[in-house]
């Protein structure tokens, strides 16, 4: 395997996060389908989707550049009948990881571990199931929780649960924490809301909070390099503090116990630091590159998809990469970030 490809700011792709499909049996109120905003159509499959062919050659060819790991996201993924196909048929060098809802979880967790899948990522972002109905407009609880279970069983332990974290899910950070420590084989990601991808940023809170609860009541604090991390081991002896993410009163009272439960919190909004690490290009279920998420003015396909196309587009695509915040978008005088001029185009500018 050659050395991954580096943008102009030093930073090696080693990652692809590979879009399967649009389509979703959710209707998640915060979802921004990868960056290009809610465009779900019908459950039907659609032609434009990548067939297994064009997606396992487009793994075959980054392999040679480096590629190490590839994460299956949608829509929801499961939603494709090949996909224990296209999981097996993965260049073996290849992490292999993939996000769900977890409702297909149930009869497929143990073909898709035998098929090559080492980890998989279930949103879940309440614990009631009235909340998650609101939040998902789904009924599909239950099922999740049965799917939960199916990987666990299956043998892709740990199931990492991720949590988007804005107004609508702030009351349930404290339950989801407690679930995590007191269950073995499930870590938490709660994700920061990002209101430019979703349009709503009256919903958006302060991470900071988070952190700063987590921070108190953590057994251990982990700081991952990459992408400026940090990870929270949390006790399981139940002694989890009352907390109100909307107010000041934290009862920061500390467990004793060994910590057991992760909790990780992704927040890139605003993150130079976060930007600065990123090593993953991105591909939409049309067969389009992208170097960031944020971003859709860098889209560019593979054409036909051959062998020669999908080089010489990877190899643009890597080359075109610039960190979002720090770059992209540059902080002003007021503290605000603003676009930075370099990037508009003439008509942009003149707009």
């Known amino acids: 395997m050659d050395e991954p490809l580096s943008d102009d700011f030093g930073r090696e792709v080693t990652g692809v996060r590979i879009s399967l499909t649009d389509r979703c049996n959710f209707d998640c109120v915060y979802c921004h389908n990868e960056g290009l905003g809610d465009t779900r159509g019908p459950m039907e499959p659609s032609?434009?989707?990548?067939?297994?062919?064009?997606?396992?050659?487009?793994?075959?060819?980054?392999?040679?550049?480096?590629?190490?790991?590839?994460?299956?996201?949608?829509?929801?993924?499961?939603?494709?009948?090949?996909?224990?196909?296209?999981?097996?048929?993965?260049?073996?060098?290849?992490?292999?990881?993939?996000?769900?809802?977890?409702?297909?979880?149930?009869?497929?967790?143990?073909?898709?571990?035998?098929?090559?899948?080492?980890?998989?990522?279930?949103?879940?972002?309440?614990?009631?199931?009235?909340?998650?109905?609101?939040?998902?407009?789904?009924?599909?609880?239950?099922?999740?929780?049965?799917?939960?279970?199916?990987?666990?069983?299956?043998?892709?332990?740990?199931?990492?649960?991720?949590?988007v974290v804005f107004e609508h899910t702030a009351g349930y950070v404290e339950g989801m924490v407690d679930h995590v420590a007191k269950n073995d084989g499930l870590q938490l990601q709660l994700i920061e809301y990002m209101p430019e991808l979703t349009g709503k940023p009256e919903w958006n809170i302060d991470i900071g909070r988070v952190h700063d609860w987590l921070a108190d009541i953590a057994d251990r604090v982990e700081h991952r390099e990459m992408h400026d991390r940090k990870r929270y081991f949390i006790s399981d002896d139940g002694t989890v503090p009352e907390v109100d993410l909307a107010d000041d009163a934290v009862d920061s009272d500390h467990p004793d116990a060994d910590g057991v439960g992760m909790v990780e919190i992704v927040d890139p909004v605003e993150n130079e630091t976060f930007c600065a690490n990123c090593g993953r290009v991105r591909v939409t279920h049309e067969g389009y590159l992208k170097g960031c998420l944020n971003r859709n003015d860098d889209l560019r396909s593979m054409g036909e998809m051959t062998r020669e196309e999908i080089a010489e587009t990877f190899e643009a695509v890597v080359a075109n990469r610039v960190p979002y915040y720090g770059e992209y978008l540059i902080e002003g005088e007021d503290g605000e970030y603003e676009f930075n001029e370099k990037y508009l185009s003439p008509a942009s500018a003149a707009d």
């Open 47 to 163: 032609e434009n989707e990548m067939s297994a062919d064009e997606i396992v050659r487009f793994l075959e060819v980054v392999e040679g550049y480096g590629v190490d790991s590839v994460k299956f996201t949608g829509g929801e993924p499961m939603l494709r009948e090949d996909l224990e196909e296209i999981i097996r048929r993965t260049p073996d060098s290849m992490e292999v990881s993939m996000t769900t809802n977890g409702t297909f979880l149930p009869g497929r967790a143990e073909d898709l571990n035998a098929a090559g899948l080492d980890r998989v990522n279930v949103s879940q972002d309440a614990l009631d199931p009235e909340a998650f109905a609101a939040i998902t407009e789904s009924g599909a609880y239950e099922r999740v929780i049965e799917g939960v279970e199916a990987a666990l069983d299956a043998g892709l332990a740990p199931v990492k649960l991720n949590m």
